[in-house]
């Protein structure tokens, strides 16, 4: 019966050509953008409008990192946490800064803008192309990093949690004061997990937990370039 089983072979070929492809494209190499923003800040609002528009561009992982020097101004921010700002920190030597200011939009850890003006966000994402460092991916409860070259022999291994899509917080005093201020995939947690040394390397990855979602970063020490980056 040649003739019933030629449909079911190329059904097996179309599932494992379909296959292939979503496997491809999860292990796409991202292009990485991290707006650095306070709900105290009256100069942030635009910028996290903007990250709003660039965060389900194929390709671009959007993540907003409140921080918390602005507090003091009469509103502490809903979502900042000190590792956040300490990132940010970390970041401004190699960056050319002398500290942090916020809004900043630092893309793949190696260049940055302000991002409150119109399309600034997406030209940075255009000029600054994709992270590429090992191979990374997400399976099974499992990190897994491709063998590569490690700058200056290591890179540390960050762990994201964040939770998709947009929330909006109203402010209630400090600068923004009456506002309700729209935030894009805000980062809830940060945590080094370990190093990469250019060997490939497999490392537990924790359950996520209360809906958040999971990125990882394989990026230079002190505020380097990002090398890799994956979700779930």
């Known amino acids: 019966m040649p003739s019933s089983r030629k449909p079911i ?9 379909l ?18 923003t306070s709900q105290g800040c009256s100069s942030c609002p635009p910028a996290n409008a903007n990250l709003i528009k660039v965060k389900d561009q194929p390709g671009v992982l959007a993540l907003s990192f409140n921080v918390t020097y602005w507090d003091y101004l009469g509103w502490k921010d809903t979502f900042g946490r000190q590792e ?7 970041y401004e030597p190699p960056l050319g800064h002398d500290g942090p200011f916020t809004p900043q939009v630092v893309v793949n850890g190696h260049a940055d803008v302000v991002g409150a003006a119109p399309g600034e966000i997406q030209k940075l994402i255009s000029a600054s192309g994709q992270a590429s460092g090992p191979s990374l991916s997400l399976n099974d409860g499992k990190i897994s990093i491709g063998a590569g070259a490690a700058p200056a022999g290591r890179a540390d291994v960050w762990l994201v949690r964040y939770l998709k899509g947009v929330v909006e917080v109203p402010v209630a005093r400090g600068e923004n004061t009456g506002r309700t201020l729209p935030h894009a995939n805000v980062v809830h947690a940060l945590k080094k997990l370990g190093s990469w040394t250019g060997a490939a390397t497999a490392l537990d990855l924790p359950p996520a937990s209360d809906g958040l979602s999971t990125a990882v970063l394989v990026q230079s020490p002190g505020g380097g370039p990002i090398l890799a980056a994956a979700t779930n």
């Open 9 to 17: 072979a190329l059904s097996s070929l179309a599932a494992l050509a």
């Open 19 to 36: 296959a292939v492809s979503l496997s491809a494209a999860a292990a796409q190499p991202l292009t990485v953008v991290e707006l650095f």
């Open 84 to 90: 956040f700002t300490q990132r940010q920190v970390s």
